[in-house]
């Protein structure tokens, strides 16, 4: 099992949940391109345990690192992009995972 969770290059204004006030202009893709995605493995945790909810925490955590680095044109991302990008990236993730961890442990 995998999140496919997108995690956006550059921060979109005002995101789900409202979680930005604001991001420059210059932090948006020019075109209208798909954002850059990553898929984040987790069938090999035990999603009913804090150990494997850590984990999947971790590696959310680590994929958001990596693909928030970089714009979608490959460039570097600067440093307020970055974080704007990291921090809506773990809200994204952080909704699925609770979704996932809520079926594994109740059944949905």
Do not use: H, W
């Not at 035990?46 to 990596?66: F, I, M, N, S």
């Amino acid at each position: 099992m995998r999140i496919k969770t997108t995690l956006l290059a550059a921060a979109i204004a005002a995101a789900t949940l409202g979680t930005l006030a604001a991001v420059p202009a210059t932090a948006a893709p020019a075109r209208a391109e798909a954002p850059p995605s990553i898929s984040v493995a987790y069938g090999d945790l035990d999603l009913t345990t804090p150990e494997g909810e850590a984990e999947l925490t971790r590696r959310v955590r680590k994929a958001a690192l990596r693909v928030c680095r970089f714009r979608a044109d490959g460039s570097v991302n600067d440093a307020t992009a970055e974080q704007a990008c990291y921090r809506q990236a773990r809200v994204r993730a952080g909704v699925e995972i609770a979704q996932i961890i809520s079926n594994r442990r109740y059944g949905g």
